[in-house]
Nanobody
Framework: QVQLVESGGGLVQAGGSLRLSCVAS????????MGWFRQAPGREREFVAA????????YYADSVKGRFTISRDNAKNTIYLRMSNLKPEDTAVYYC????WGLGSHDPSRYANWGQGTQVTVSS
């Protein structure tokens, strides 16, 4: 199974941008759907974006559509989340997750492998 390591989080002002990265190792990255989820203090983990194993399907939460972009580079075993026009309500720990042969589910229980998370803080 794949191991996942996120990076790229940090503190940014509202309206700013960040790019998160998630590097996979120990498995076949190209046959995994990849998702990004986030969890704010006191709240449940929520879906942000996902891309199917083939890369042919992409999904976004309504709250991030038009501001976030998910992409994958199979040659680098890496998934990215480009976040623009950040808002204070985007503050959370962001996790990447992998599902073998997945189609890009919104349901976190479909994903067997998770990274440790990276903190994103957006100040107003």
């Amino acid at each position: 199974q794949v191991q996942l390591v996120e990076s790229g989080g940090g503190l940014v002002q509202a309206g700013g941008s960040l790019r998160l990265s998630c590097v996979a190792s120990g498995g076949t990255f190209s046959n995994h759907a990849m998702g990004w989820f986030r969890q704010a203090p006191g709240r449940e983990r929520e879906f942000v974006a996902a891309k199917s194993w083939s890369g042919g399907s992409t999904y976004y939460a309504d709250s991030v559509k038009g501001r976030f972009t998910i992409s994958r580079d199979n040659a680098k075993n890496t998934i990215y989340l480009r976040m623009s026009n950040l808002k204070p309500e985007d503050t959370a720990v962001y996790y990447c997750a992998a599902e073998v042969w997945g189609l890009g589910s919104h349901d976190p229980s479909r994903y067997a492998n998770w990274g440790q998370g990276t903190q994103v803080t957006v100040s107003s």
